[in-house]
């Protein structure tokens, strides 16, 4: 049944409508008559014993029918079904941009922007004044990458002079970001 239902469309059809209608006979249960339940319950029934009993597509098509023209005399329409569904599509539209916008653009914000030198990458300290500053090597460098994320630039200029210019991060990858200096 399976196969027949992913090879045949008119199965897939014949399955979603009776499907559909016995949501809205469920939803309409109490307002309806039991005359009516009955009919559009024995309608649903051949539709759905057509599927199983793998009926020729004719068959399957004349139980829809059927189905269609019981359900349209005596089920309930939905008044303002337009605006129903209007304001459903609507409302799964700004749910699909909100979601989008939490997760995708904007995952977090940090209201006080203590952490912005961190996320932006930007940390430095002078260490033009201390003989003793010394970078890790090695294993600890590793560790320190891995564990806090901290990375060290040593650099050295070639000849004195003064700092004359930091070009902006730029962003290669998320979260790898690179940035030029220029020693005059």
């Known amino acids: 049944m399976i196969l027949r239902w992913l090879l045949s469309p008119t199965v897939r059809q014949a399955s979603n409508l009776h499907r559909h209608a016995q949501r809205i006979v469920n939803a309409q249960r109490d307002q309806l008559s039991p005359q009516a339940v009955e009919k ?32 349209a005399k005596w089920i309930q329409p939905y008044a303002h079904a337009s605006l129903r569904e209007n304001t459903e599509v609507i409302l799964v539209a700004v749910a699909v941009a909100v979601a989008v916008h939490t997760f995708f653009l904007k995952p977090f914000k940090i209201p006080t922007g203590s952490m912005q030198p961190t ?66």
């Open 40 to 71: 559009v319950a024995a309608a649903i029934a051949a539709v759905r014993s057509a599927i199983a009993s793998n009926a020729d597509g004719k068959l399957l098509k004349e139980r829809m029918a059927d189905l269609e023209r019981t359900t």
């Open 119 to 184: 996320l932006y990458g930007i940390i430095s300290e002078n260490l033009l004044n201390e003989a003793a500053a010394t970078f890790p090597t090695g294993l600890r460098r590793v560790i320190d990458l891995i564990w806090h994320g901290t990375s060290y630039i040593h650099k050295v200029a070639k000849a004195e002079g003064m700092l004359e210019a930091f070009e902006p991060p730029k962003t290669i990858f998320p979260f790898v970001s690179r940035q030029r200096i220029r020693i005059g």
